[in-house]
């Protein structure tokens, strides 16, 4: 098994700005979707946070139990000078893998994308141990395979069925209407839940 991009991978990235997946503000869809959910004491996940738009919003909605985690110190640093407010308690620096915790939310944004392909069953294994029964997994997923070597890594909506339904109900999986322009048309939303 090949390795996980490391953290002076990542971090790199941002020092050089080379950072193509960061759309500068919350999605769309996601934004929706926090918008409908009417518990602020939801316990939210932001991994792969980079920049944590999302975590930002969902502070300033009100779900003042939002946590974001992300393997390079770069930009949780970034997202501490932008976002003072945000407990500083409730930003990670550590590998998803290494996490432990227990989540009613977990919001996917081009993370999954990010890790090479064989660790997907790692990562659905353990965004099930992240998440309480009943909880969720939501986000965004590329609906396409990339011509150049990853990240990002892509998939399409046999691959992530076939992933996902071992150990998740499928709530919704179904192409996205309301993705960024670049990413219109290669873009999957989905809700996941944990039983009960
Ligand atoms: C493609 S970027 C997406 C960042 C952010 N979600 C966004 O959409 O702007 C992937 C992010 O995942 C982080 N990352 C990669 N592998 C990780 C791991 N094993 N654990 C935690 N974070 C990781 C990277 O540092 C990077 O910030």
Not at 24 to 31: D, L, N, R, S, V
Not at 80 to 109: A, C, K, M, V, W
Not at 152 to 166: D, T
Request: overall charge negative; aromatic content about 16%.
């Amino acid at each position: 098994m090949s390795n996980i991009l490391s953290e002076d991978y990542w971090t790199s990235r941002y020092q050089q700005n080379s950072i193509g997946w960061d759309v500068g503000e919350i999605t769309e869809p996601i934004k929706q979707y926090l918008d409908q959910i009417e518990n602020f004491r939801l316990k939210i996940l932001v991994p792969g946070a980079g920049n944590g738009y999302e975590a930002q919003y969902a502070l300033k909605k009100g779900f003042l139990n939002t946590y974001i985690l992300d393997i390079s110190f770069f930009p949780l640093q970034n997202f501490h000078f932008t976002n003072p407010d945000f407990p500083r308690s409730q930003i990670h620096h550590i590998d998803f893998f290494d996490h432990s915790g227990q989540y009613d939310l977990i919001i996917e944004q081009t993370f999954l994308c990010a890790l090479p392909p064989e660790f997907r069953p790692q990562y659905v294994k353990k965004m099930k141990s992240l998440i309480k029964p009943g909880g969720k997994l939501v986000g965004l997923l590329f609906n396409r395979h990339f011509q150049n070597p990853g990240p990002p890594f892509g998939g399409e909506f046999g691959e992530y069925k076939n992933l996902f339904e071992k150990e998740f109900h499928i709530l919704k999986m179904e192409e996205c209407y309301n993705s960024i322009p670049a990413r219109q048309g290669h873009e999957l939303f989905f809700i996941l839940q944990k039983s009960q």
